[in-house]
């Protein structure tokens, strides 16, 4: 066990408990002001809860009664790193001082320091870089060198906010290459809004919202079948939730569907279907087939977004993503009046 955490903060609707195995990157997803940013902040020491206890390791970071008191750890004291996401790296020093500065400042005799910073600068491919300024560094290479210097002091966890959010498109795939190194086998939480980081980061996902965790899992599990409708929209998946019945769903909405279920569920258990936009067809008149092995549900547009090659037509409960083409040819405008449809194979049901 690496991290045991739990802690409440009332004036922000906080109230988690967590743990991170050793070695384990753990993944924290959710909307804007779920409280991502506050666990971070709770954990390094920088923002103190009303009560909660947490552990890593041996150490005791907090412990805190329900009437406030009790013992709290000093940021640096806790075995903690934290990189944000901007590089925040100290601007009068070379590159390798800042990643220096963690173990001089931890009493590691200077060249030692300089060794193991030259040693993290490598591991981060930056070498080359060590004697500038941060002013003469692009936002991808600082960034290499806060992982450095995060690193350097050798936390027992890693914390990392967003640490490719502002960084170029251009230069996020080699870093997310780089940390997916680093943090192979080290006890890590990222707070990410893209969902490839959480797969190709993490070995499991927790979603909060509103300062609640509403879904952990297993990464490939949590966004393949999403419990929540921010999970769902994140993993580009149309999520409808209903009531299975004998071998169908009736949704909440009222529409019969034929699904695949991932496992047999009783009549009566609340499930979720979820079916990929790329999977739905459109119509703007009702399908005459019959064919029970497609669904077919009906709506109205409240958004036409494009997509790359594509345009995502929605309504209040569907997406499909079809060509532009389709979209002309069938007139559709916010507004209209169109048929979803899909078939039952695509449509995985899973109990909530
Ligand atoms: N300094 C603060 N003082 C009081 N309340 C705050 C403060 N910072 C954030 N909050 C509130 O706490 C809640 C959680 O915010 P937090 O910043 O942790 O969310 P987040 O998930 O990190 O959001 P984002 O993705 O926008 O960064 C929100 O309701 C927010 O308004």
Redesign the pocket.
């Known amino acids: 066990m690496t991290l045991e955490f739990a802690a409440v903060l009332r ?4 109230a988690v408990q967590l743990t991170v195995a050793a070695g384990e990157t753990v993944a924290v997803l ?10 971070l ?1 709770v954990i390094a020491g920088l923002i103190r809860p009303d009560s909660g206890r947490a552990r890593l390791n041996e150490r005791v970071l907090f412990d805190l009664g329900e009437r406030g008191g009790g013992r709290w750890s000093r940021p640096h004291q806790r075995g903690v790193s934290l990189l944000a996401q901007d590089a925040l790296l100290f601007p009068h020093l070379s590159a390798l001082d800042n990643v220096a500065f963690g173990p001089r400042s931890a009493g590691v005799p200077r060249a030692e320091s300089d060794s193991r910073a030259r040693a993290w600068l490598e591991r981060v491919d930056a070498v080359d870089l060590a004697g500038r300024k941060p002013a003469q560094l692009s936002g991808g290479q600082a960034q290499r060198i806060a992982v450095a210097r995060a690193l350097a002091s050798e936390p027992d966890l890693l914390l990392l ?2 640490p490719m959010a502002a960084l170029d498109v251009s230069v996020a795939p080699a870093l997310r290459r780089m940390l997916r190194d680093v943090l192979r086998d080290r006890s890590a939480i990222i ?1 990410t ?1 893209d969902v490839l980081d959480a797969f190709t980061l993490a070995d499991r996902v927790v979603v ?1 919202e509103g ?1 609640r965790i509403v879904d952990a899992g297993p990464t490939r599990h949590v966004l393949e079948r999403p419990s929540t409708t921010f999970a769902a929209g994140l993993a580009g998946l149309n999520r409808l939730a209903g009531t299975a019945d004998t071998e169908s769903v009736v949704t909440d909405a009222g529409d019969r569907l034929r699904v695949r279920f991932t496992e047999p569920v009783a009549p009566g258990v609340r499930v979720a279907v979820a079916v990929r936009p790329a999977l739905v067809a459109i119509a703007v008149e009702a399908p005459a087939s019959d064919d029970p092995a497609t669904n077919v549900v009906a709506g109205h547009v409240i958004d036409l977004e494009t997509r790359g090659d594509l345009v995502r037509v929605r309504s209040g409960t569907l997406a499909a993503d079809v060509t532009p083409g389709r979209v002309a040819d069938l007139d559709v405008a916010l507004g209209t009046e169109v048929w979803f449809s899909f078939r039952a194979e695509d449509a995985l049901a899973y109990p909530q």
């Open positions: 004036s922000r609707g906080f959710g909307p804007n002001g779920a409280g991502k940013s506050t666990l902040g906010d967003e707070v809004h909060l300062g």
